[in-house]
């Protein structure tokens, strides 16, 4: 899909949204329309299928594909615009919004079925799913996007990002949201740049209640390229293992980085503006 197509789906989207909903999501609609990068979580399956790793998706520009799954900025938009904002919260000083399954949708009514969250050029989505049949399944997964910097990266220095983190647990699906912090100490050569990503703060969106903090300290994360793409993962390769990072930094000059994650049962991403 080309970005004018994007757009077009965009506008579309905007359109069908109510006026109460059209003033905050306005933004998140404009980063839509003008996204250059898109990366998307494994296709996690909850409880009732043992220990899967997830489907993973091969990603290309602004779209990400694995058989007949797409995914596209312009799938996450609708998906938020269908749901509207039921909920709110904030996390690392970012706007968190939640939408619910409609009534008579599936048989988690009442159920959350989306978390959002989005700064001025990049955002990220959290979608869950419920599939009836035989084998009633919950699945999650999650999409980062956003518009492209403006400059390389830089050769030297340092910079941090903070921002907000949404994850759902795959075994219990209870929903958190927290601080994302991004830590990079450039290097003239950008694999050798060091990067160290944490979220803290962590706790259950519903109950208040607190999850452990996460580093990702012991896990080699590098930039792949001089636009800012990152990822990093640990206990196997990149397609199973349960530990794994991917984002890209976004806007001009690096302004904001946003990313996806899997840290065991916690699936999420995480969206933080540079400091």
Same mark, same amino acid.
């Given at each position: 899909m080309n970005r004018l197509a994007t757009l077009a789906?965009?506008?579309v989207v905007l359109?069908?949204? !109510? !006026?109460?909903? *059209?003033?905050?999501?306005?933004r998140f609609h404009g980063i839509v329309a003008e996204t250059s990068f898109i990366t998307v979580s494994r296709w996690h399956p909850g409880v009732g299928i043992d220990v899967h790793p997830g489907f993973p998706l091969?990603? !290309?520009d602004i779209t990400c594909r694995s058989g007949d799954t797409v995914r596209a900025s312009s799938y996450f938009s609708q998906l938020l615009a269908e749901t509207g904002i039921d909920n709110e919260t904030g996390a690392g000083g970012v706007r968190v919004v939640e939408g619910r /399954?409609?009534?008579? *949708? !599936?048989? #988690?009514?009442g159920d959350w079925r989306v978390l959002g969250a989005w700064l001025d050029h990049s955002? @990220?989505?959290?979608?869950?799913?419920?599939? #009836?049949?035989?084998y009633p399944q919950d699945w999650y997964q999650s999409g980062a996007f956003?518009?492209?910097?403006d400059t390389p990266l830089p050769a030297e220095g340092s910079a941090t990002w903070r921002g907000a983190m949404i994850g759902a647990d795959k075994v219990t699906n209870d929903r958190y949201a927290g601080t994302a912090s991004l830590a990079v100490t450039f290097a003239a050569e950008f694999r050798d740049s060091m990067i160290d990503l944490s979220f803290t703060g962590i706790a259950n969106v519903a109950?208040? *209640?607190?999850?452990?903090d996460i580093s990702?300290?012991? @896990?080699?994360?590098? /930039?792949?390229?001089?636009d800012g793409r990152f990822s990093g993962w640990t206990g196997g390769e990149w397609q199973v293992a349960p530990i794994y990072v991917e984002g890209h930094t976004a806007g001009p000059d690096h302004a904001e980085a946003a990313g996806v994650f899997g840290y065991n049962e916690l699936i999420g991403a995480f969206v933080a503006k540079r400091q």
């Open positions: 789906i965009a506008m359109a069908a949204c !109510s !006026s109460e909903q *059209e003033a905050p999501l306005a091969a990603c !290309s /399954f409609d009534p008579g *949708e !599936s048989d #988690r009514t955002a @990220v989505i959290l979608e869950h799913q419920f599939n #009836r049949g035989d956003g518009r492209p910097p109950t208040g *209640e607190a999850r452990d990702y300290a012991d @896990v080699s994360i590098q /930039f792949q390229d001089d």
